[in-house]
């Protein structure tokens, strides 16, 4: 993403307005750190953004771009005037060549392309397509000078278009045909599966970079795919990829009900105030749009808990980025930091339980029971209203007497009950949510923990009436 470096402008008696200073640069290409073909010219591509200047039918007034490179073992640099070359979406793109009788193979190509702005003074210096950057004097690019390959190869490329259907025309589009989209169609296999050849010559770069392209659409989802050519034979046949890396299993048969509960307890008692409580992320119908609030969830309990269900439909990408609004705002924690889960289809609803300000992987609750100090617990169902079933089991198989304590958040005692194991070392007892009195309990969180004589295995559990 661009950014755009804020600035002020000052109004002069007598004079204009003074234009900003270069707002962005970069998307250098060829990428840093590639392999460039001895014989062959490198031609560098360089992209300048000015608000208002740049984008139009030629060259932005008073801007210019430079190339620097030199051998990595040279001391000095040697310097020419890029050409610009167009404009893309509101850029200008500048392009300069070095010269392929400058190198040799196994030398390093250092490299940085340089902005200037003529109307304050300011240089401004990018990163390449793959992000890396940006290079300058003191942190340059490079190129990797090697041998081209040593006879003539045919690479088979194939795309599996299964997910997004195919529209033809459909091309594969790279480095080796000037990313031309219409130069290298590929034909239909059967199973939404297209493939095509392409002739590499004796001589061509090993090292290609090539994307797909689906009736006009690129994949757009992706950087570059990379392609080393294998010059030990005449023929290379590539695996089949999916369009954009979209494989059908990441995303759902099913539509799938997902139930959200929130712990807000700790925030609660920090002072954080919670008069709403949405779910924002990256898979419909979730999104980023904070400022409203998207997919409200309930309050349960009071400065404890908040639940809701959200439906992710049947096709639904199931790896879920997603953060909690609190009041509609974008509070919860910084760029970047969210809660992740992945949808789980082999069921129509799955619960899943989080804590307001612990970012990363939320818990997803199963009927899988798991192993702790000798001892298997679970609660079905988890959440629960009228009741749950507090199951366990011990590796040993042993007769033992267990106890089963149930505490509130503030680690109070509220019920408690003695069981027996079976000849299995299995046990069980059913909890319909009262205390030692025979009193209801509020809706919230509770744990349970189940001890014997040398050990005791504690989980969480949900109450929801």
């Known amino acids: 993403m661009k950014k755009i470096i804020a600035f002020l402008v000052f109004a002069l008696l007598f004079a204009s307005i003074l234009n900003a200073e270069i707002g962005w640069s970069g998307n250098i290409w060829p990428n840093s750190g590639s392999n460039q073909t001895n014989g062959s010219d490198i031609t560098v591509y360089y992209q300048i953004w000015k608000d208002g200047v740049t984008g139009g039918s030629g060259p932005g007034d008073s801007l210019s771009a430079t190339l620097y490179y030199k051998k990595s073992y040279e001391t000095s640099y040697q310097d020419i005037a890029m050409v610009y070359n167009t404009a893309v979406g509101n850029n200008d793109e500048y392009s300069g060549i070095i010269p392929d009788t ?11 392309c340089e902005g200037y702005d003529s109307t304050d003074g300011t240089y401004s210096y990018g ?5 890396a950057g940006p290079f300058d004097i003191d942190n340059p690019g490079e190129y990797y000078i090697v041998g081209g390959i040593s006879q003539d190869v045919t690479v ?3 795309v599996d278009l299964s997910v997004v259907g195919p529209i033809e025309p459909v091309t594969v589009a790279g480095s080796f045909n000037g990313w031309n989209a219409s130069a290298n169609e590929l034909t239909a296999q059967g199973n939404d599966i297209y493939a095509g050849d392409v002739l590499f010559t004796a001589g061509t ?6 994307k797909f392209v689906n009736g006009g659409n690129w994949e757009d989802q992706i950087g570059n795919r990379l392609l080393v050519i294998d010059d030990s034979s005449p023929t290379m046949v590539l695996p089949v990829v999916y369009f954009n890396d979209l494989d059908p299993n990441d995303f759902t048969d099913i539509d799938v009900t997902v139930t959200v509960n929130v712990d807000i307890a700790d925030s609660a008692g920090a002072g954080y105030v919670f008069d709403s409580l949405g779910v924002y992320g990256n898979v419909v119908p979730l999104d980023w749009n904070f400022g409203i609030v998207n997919n409200p969830l309930l309050e349960v309990t009071p400065d ?3 639940s809701g269900d959200i439906l992710f439909p049947a096709g639904s990408w199931k790896h879920i980025e997603f953060k909690l609004g609190r009041n509609g705002l974008d509070l919860e924690a910084g760029f970047g930091e969210n809660h992740t889960f992945d949808i789980d289809d ?5 619960i899943i339980n989080c804590v307001y300000g612990q970012m990363g992987p939320v818990t997803s609750i199963d009927d899988e029971p798991e192993w702790n100090n000798g001892i298997s617990l679970r609660n079905i169902p988890n959440p629960f209203m009228h009741g749950t079933t507090i199951s366990f089991a011990l590796k040993s198989h042993e007769f033992k007497n267990a106890t089963v304590s149930i505490f509130n958040l503030k680690g109070q005692l509220v019920n408690e009950f003695h069981a027996h194991t079976n000849a299995f070392g299995q046990g069980e007892i059913l909890w319909n949510g009262k205390d030692l009195q025979g009193k209801e309990l509020n809706n919230g969180i509770y744990f349970y923990k189940v001890s014997t004589d040398n050990a005791s295995v504690t989980h969480k559990m949900i109450m929801m009436r």
């Open 205 to 210: 770069n090993p090292s290609q970079e090539y």
């Open 102 to 112: 400058y190198f040799y193979s196994g030398e390093t190509i250092e490299f940085y």
């Open 346 to 350: 082999s069921n129509p609803t799955q």
């Open 156 to 158: 088979t490329f194939q």
């Open 304 to 306: 404890v808990l908040w």
């Open 127 to 131: 990163t390449d397509q793959a992000g």
